[in-house]
């Protein structure tokens, strides 16, 4: 089986490498597309793996105008993903990743593509995400819409695990949306397939899993997660994490053929610590304070005068730039318990990697 890697990091993707040719036997073929001029840094003699690499100005053919005049992160990853049909030399299923996407242990096939049918992987469901911040968050909102219009599921399939698609099917679905995409629509690519292709091939698909993935999102006060998973077979890696004083400081982000199982082993352990200081009862106690303060500075004069009077005393202890740094995280939607006290993760992770 072929898994199509889509980077402009051709550091981080040939770093990632090693794991899939190391945890991911049934893995024959790795595709990389990236932008022409950086093709040759793609370019990899794998030990185990043939390495592909396609320049996506060949992928995007027609596409290519408003792949490079769009600013939007989001509509820029459809494009591609959706473009991947006509790659001639693609099977007619494959796995299709991001280059930070590392497994964490040895993955079976089975994990995919079992009994004929395909698994897929949701993290959430799109009518909950809050955040409004970023190319992605608006992307989330946008294809809840369409789906919604359309009469499509709401579910998020944005695990950040390499997930299995059926080459027919995506195209099917590309053409679906082809207005959509036409009018510049920011969709989110994982969620608007499963979605789609579920509902039209029911047959084609085991009912949804819950994601898989260790460090999505990377700390616990990122965001409010849907679902959370049982067993962790990969890494949404964020390199930030292995820096110092953070959670993963003195593990290595290079693949480690004797020591990778300890190595997954310890990092599982420092998150899930991080993750049980997050649900302790002083950390529900903590966020519980930090929403009402969250809401009483963000709701405006006219909001804060009908607040109960303990809100109303709160706001006015609370320096005049902290408010705005409150006000601007409730703006983006973020978790008040990261803006709000941030400290709460800090400590967390020291103690997680004593």
């Not at 049909?85 to 964490?104: I, K, Q, T, V, Y």
């Not at 609370?318 to 409730?330: G, K």
């Amino acid at each position: 089986m072929q898994i199509v890697i889509i980077s402009n990091r051709p550091s981080i993707a040939n770093e990632t490498l090693p794991f899939v040719e190391g945890w991911m036997p049934f893995i024959d073929e790795a595709i990389f597309v990236c932008p022409r001029h950086q093709a040759e840094a793609f370019e990899h003699d794998g030990k185990r793996l043939k390495v592909q690499v396609t320049p996506e100005e060949t992928l995007l053919g027609d596409q290519l105008e408003r792949f490079r005049t769009s600013p939007d992160h989001q509509v820029k990853n459809w494009l591609l993903r959706s473009s991947l049909p006509n790659l001639e030399s693609l099977g007619d299923r494959f796995l299709m990743a991001d280059d930070d996407n590392r497994p964490l242990v040895e993955i079976p096939v089975e994990m995919f593509e079992d009994k004929g049918r395909y698994h897929a992987y949701t993290t959430y469901d799109l009518t909950q995400w809050a955040a409004q911040g970023t190319d992605y968050d608006r992307g989330q909102h946008q294809t809840r819409r369409l789906l919604v219009n359309r009469g499509f599921p709401t579910r998020s399939y944005s695990a950040h695990m390499p997930q299995i698609i059926d080459k027919l099917l995506l195209a099917e679905v590309a053409a679906e949306l082809a207005e959509e995409s036409a009018a510049g629509c920011a969709i989110d690519e994982w969620s608007a397939y499963f979605n789609i292709a579920q509902t039209l091939y029911p047959d084609r698909f085991h009912p949804p899993t819950t994601y898989q993935t260790l460090c999505w999102p990377a700390l616990p006060t990122d965001w409010d997660v849907g679902v959370r998973p049982r067993q962790f077979c990969f890494e949404n890696t964020y390199p930030p994490l292995y820096g110092q004083g953070a959670l993963f400081e003195g593990l290595p982000l290079a693949f480690d053929t004797q020591f990778q199982a300890k190595h997954t082993a310890e990092k599982i352990r420092r998150r899930k610590a991080v993750q049980s200081v997050y649900d302790s009862l002083v950390a529900r106690m903590l966020r519980s304070a930090a929403w009402a303060l969250h809401r009483g500075v963000s709701a405006g004069t006219r909001q804060l005068a009908a607040a109960p009077s303990w809100i109303r005393s709160l706001q006015r202890l609370i320096p005049a730039p902290v408010q705005r740094f409150l006000r601007q995280a409730a703006r983006h939607g973020d978790d008040p318990a990261w803006s709000f006290p941030h400290f709460m993760t800090r400590v967390s992770c020291r103690r997680a990697n004593d």
